[in-house]
């Protein structure tokens, strides 16, 4: 048990430090929480400051009572019930984006390159780490109280391995290595450790990146429109009426927290919960009607893409018969205890990225005739994670407009690429100081359906 918690103790240490070598500092232990800093990875210089905007309130945001004229504009004369985060409408104004090669331009060459042995070393102290914690876990009595301890057990090892998820996503981009045989390899045998399909996921979150921000045609987190949302809308409106305004919308904001953040991956795996309505129904797992519908021209894995869906399936039935057999030889619980607890939570912080990288209150979706790829690709916003969960996660949450401005840019050059977007287009560049408990918060209760604000669809403010 002591071994257990000294080697908890021992990754929570290294998870301050940007490499290996680096001596653990008491600066690091600033709330990750917090805007005031960020980690850099691979760089002289740790700590980067971010420029803060005023507090909003309870919620990180308020009403939007006095707007430029051409944001106002661009929300046709009306923003009454249009709801403002740390963003402070920036995403709104309705001007001009640049193209694509006036973006690319503005980003240093060499941060489009990938370098293999570099994306190996990253990809190896985040695997080290999390197989410390599985080790770690295996030493933890399983009984009823070191219940607290297997709770901290699966925040830590399900944080650290968050790093693995974020290392094969980045394989599934093409963003590891130029060697494709190498980058594929990683990334399959990480995901699929993670019961992730690979070529699965691989597709369906390319389109996701291809359609950022489109009202019909993007992929996860598509909001309710206001009448397709009218289902939720209305028990939001029960649980007010039985409950009061303030509990009901308590409660509503808790189990749209829960529900996204526990159950929301694999509702998105296996029916495609939150996807683009045009593709339908969709399963990562079967490619094929009736478990995936949609028509030639939206399905979501067309063609040879079939093929590689069963692909994964073959990893996938692997590790499930691996912990099968882990649960005869070890037990059922303790095989639970300690794989899939830490997994909920990896599953969890991947829709904590994916929920608030593209949803806030005053930032629009689109339908064709007003999107194009540099738009959405704008419409993504950074976020203050701080320098611990920046280094576990290889910074996904803190560089992830220039991200989707080219998903092919290697993490560990993405801060600097972003000072160079963020340089150029302030205008345009994201960046929402509001902490992050607060802002998952007001995305859960604020929200809930777009409506027509113009020739945008903003989320609409009840309140």
């Known amino acids: 048990m002591r071994t257990s918690f000294y080697a908890l103790a021992g990754v929570a240490a290294l998870a301050a430090a940007p490499d290996a070598a680096l001596a653990f500092s008491p600066s ?26 005023p507090s909003t309130g309870l919620l990180g945001a308020r009403a939007a009572a006095s707007l430029p004229a051409e944001t106002l504009s661009a929300l046709g004369g009306d923003s009454s019930d249009v709801m403002l985060s740390g963003l402070n409408g920036l995403a709104l104004s309705g001007i001009e984006y640049p193209t694509k090669k006036e973006v690319y331009a503005a980003i240093p060459e060499h941060c489009f390159k990938r370098d293999t042995i570099k994306s190996l070393m990253y990809a190896a102290i985040s695997t080290a780490m999390t197989l410390a914690c599985f080790a770690a876990g295996t030493q933890i009595p399983m009984k009823w109280a070191f219940a607290p301890v297997w709770a901290l057990y699966a925040y830590v090892t399900g944080t650290v391995a968050t790093g693995c998820w974020v290392v094969a996503h980045e394989c599934g981009h093409g963003a590891f290595s130029d060697n494709k045989t190498i980058q594929d390899l990683v990334g399959y045998v990480l995901h699929t450790a993670l019961l992730v399909p690979y070529f699965s996921w691989q597709r369906s979150h390319a389109v996701h990146h291809s359609k950022t921000n489109h009202l019909t045609e993007g992929e ?161 916003i950074d976020r203050p994670y701080g320098p611990i969960f920046n280094f576990l996660h290889h910074g996904i949450g803190s560089t ?39 802002a998952t918060w007001r995305v859960a209760n604020k929200c809930v359906a777009v409506q027509k604000k113009g020739n945008q669809w903003v989320f609409k403010n009840d309140e």
């Open 400 to 438: 992830h407009v220039v991200h989707h401005i080219d998903c092919t840019i290697p993490h560990y050059n993405a801060w600097e690429a972003t000072d160079a977007v963020k340089a150029a287009f302030p205008k345009h560049y994201l960046y929402d100081p509001t902490p992050i408990t607060k």
């Open 28 to 53: 690091l232990l600033a709330s990750p929480l917090t805007p005031s800093s960020r980690l850099v990875a691979a760089s002289p210089s740790m700590l980067h400051a971010r420029t803060s905007r």
């Open 220 to 380: 996860t987190h598509v909001p309710y429109t206001m009448e397709s949302g009218k289902k939720t809308l209305a028990k939001r409106e029960f649980m007010r009426k039985i409950m009061g305004k303030t509990l009901g919308n308590f409660v509503y904001g808790f189990t749209r927290v829960i529900s996204h953040l526990v159950f929301g991956w694999p509702a998105y795996l296996l029916a495609g919960v939150t996807g683009g309505p045009v593709r339908g129904l969709t399963n990562h797992f079967i490619p094929v009607k009736p478990f995936s519908t949609g028509e030639k021209n939206t399905e979501l894995f067309p063609g040879q893409w079939k093929k590689k869906v069963w692909m994964s399936d073959v990893g996938i039935l692997a590790m499930v018969g691996a912990l099968a057999a882990a649960a005869v030889k070890f037990g059922v619980w303790r095989t639970l205890a300690v794989y899939a607890g830490p997994l909920t939570i990896t599953n969890c912080w991947l829709v904590l990225y994916t929920w608030l990288q593209h949803t806030d209150t005053d930032v629009p979706h689109f339908e064709s005739d007003n999107w194009n790829f540099i738009k959405g690709a704008f419409m993504s």
